[in-house]
């Protein structure tokens, strides 16, 4: 029996034999003496455990192509931007915003 240190986070076989003796109706006391784990932290997984947090998130970066500022006088000054120069995903991303402020 491994000896659980504090603060060391579950890994996969852990999280499975935790699900699959609370499976077989062993209490929480029970997985923690079947595994070696402290009870506390057998029930904090059971309390704050979620599916989504364990999904791999996909992230796309990618950067403007164009520049901000076409000549060295208009540095100091912030860039401007018309309605019709916005992507899809900017006029969406505006169009959220303003309803979460108006919340």
Same mark, same amino acid.
């Given at each position: 029996? @491994?000896?659980?240190? @504090?603060? =060391? !986070?579950?890994?996969?076989?852990? #999280?499975?034999? %935790? ?8 209490? %929480?006391?029970?997985?923690?003496? &079947?595994?070696?784990? !402290?009870?506390? #932290?057998? #029930?904090?997984?059971? =309390? ?9 998130? $996909? %992230? ?5 192509? &164009?520049?901000?500022?076409?000549? &060295? ?5 912030? !860039?401007?931007? @018309?309605?019709?120069?916005?992507? $899809?995903? &900017? ?6 915003? #303003? ?5």
């Amino acid at each position: 029996m @491994k000896v659980w240190k @504090k603060g =060391t !986070p579950l890994n996969e076989e852990e #999280r499975s034999s %935790i699900l699959l003796l609370a499976l077989k109706n062993y209490s %929480i006391n029970g997985i923690s003496k &079947e595994l070696g784990i !402290p009870s506390s #932290r057998i #029930r904090t997984y059971f =309390t704050k455990w979620n599916p989504e947090n364990y999904k791999k998130i $996909s %992230i796309y970066l990618s950067g403007k192509k &164009e520049p901000y500022h076409h000549n &060295e006088d208009d540095y100091a000054n912030l !860039p401007t931007y @018309k309605w019709e120069d916005l992507c $899809s995903s &900017e006029i969406e991303a505006y169009n959220q915003y #303003r309803v979460f402020k108006q919340d």
